[in-house]
């Protein structure tokens, strides 16, 4: 007679569990938690940083590749250049290695938190390898030509093919985000001298520490450095992007020259267009219209910045608010001056009728200025009693989020006990 070992262990942990409450482990000290969301922290890391340099590389050696072939250097199928391409397909296999590595030590920080989102780690993984996975592959792939404006100049510079290599070179300049979370992850590591109490206070406060957060941190703290970066990036991978489409699809044209691509961005970023340069490929009229949405947006970014920086300070705003106020007072001193003197001479000079009309109009006048200066005093006052309203309001909206922060604290306190007495 066999022996049917899962139905018997089924039956010992059913009787087990109805007879013989089940042992509970000692708690784990929340030193031990620490150290292990510390230590997951640490690898994810590294995973960025890993990310960051094979996507770079892989880059860097399309760039070298792109450039030979439009130079006529090295043509496609031959061994340079599917040894340039190997390297590049190397690099992408690596890179997608360390992007399932990082998502996967996301998911256990997310579970440490005890805030799991299975179904966002799932989209943000699949989305980042659809990213990354695009190349040029070894060999020497040909599409027939897609849709082209053809003009008279770039009649005897057309063909019937044209190389993959090209659109998928212009999709690798997606990798650019690697660069980002780098930034992200250094400068997150350098304000927040502990991330993982960090990461708790975030939570506590609903800040999430992502790469949207030190956006803004680079926007408030340096804004004029962090829109020239911006502005170089965005004229540098366009200017890319166009060469590539026009040389790829009319080599020997004019286009193919990086300069001559780059002040065409510039003109069309500006949103000038000189018509001396103009793209001629459909690609490159796309890369075009983009680069003008681009420079729409991006410039009013940038008069905002500026705005932004001019805007007087709270103390500016407090000196010229007290030198109006004194301001005020002095002309108000002043017309009930006038006010007295005009009365006293109007009375003194009340025997000569041609005086004391003139006396008796300039104390009407004296009365109607000094009536005008109170009611700018009085309107200056009701101005200060909102600013007092609204500061009391303020102080009161402060006092009710500290008290839920505590609250909150308080109750992921009373979870994270009785997390660690069931473990």
Known sequence: MG????????????????????????????????????????????????????????????????????????????FASNALKSVISISTAILLIFIILQHKYQRKIERYFNRPRKWRWCVEMIIEILVCIVHPFPGSMKIPKPLQTMSKESSELTRDFVYLDGYLSLFMIFRFYLFGQLISELLSSKLFSNRTLAKHLAGLTSVRLNSAFILKYLLFRYPFKFVISILLIVLITNSYAMQTCESYTFPGSEMTSFLNSLWLVMITFLTIGYGDFYPVSFCGRCVSASTGFLGIGITGFIFSVFVHQFEMTRDEKYLLKFSKEVKRKHERRIAASNVIKCFYMATKCKREKPKYHVWKVKFWKAVTSMRRSAKKCRDHHDIDLIDIQRTVQDIEKRQNEILNILCHLRDNRTTDENSNTSL
């Open 3 to 78: 022996l049917n070992v899962d139905k018997d262990v089924k039956i010992r942990h059913r009787l087990r569990c109805k007879s013989i409450p089940a042992k509970v482990p000692n708690k784990i000290p929340n030193s031990v938690i620490l150290g292990f969301k510390t230590n997951a922290i640490r690898k994810r890391r590294l995973c960025i940083y890993l990310k960051c340099i094979f996507g770079a590389i892989g880059i860097v050696f399309m760039v070298v590749e792109g450039e030979l072939f439009i130079s006529r250097t090295v043509e496609k199928g031959t």
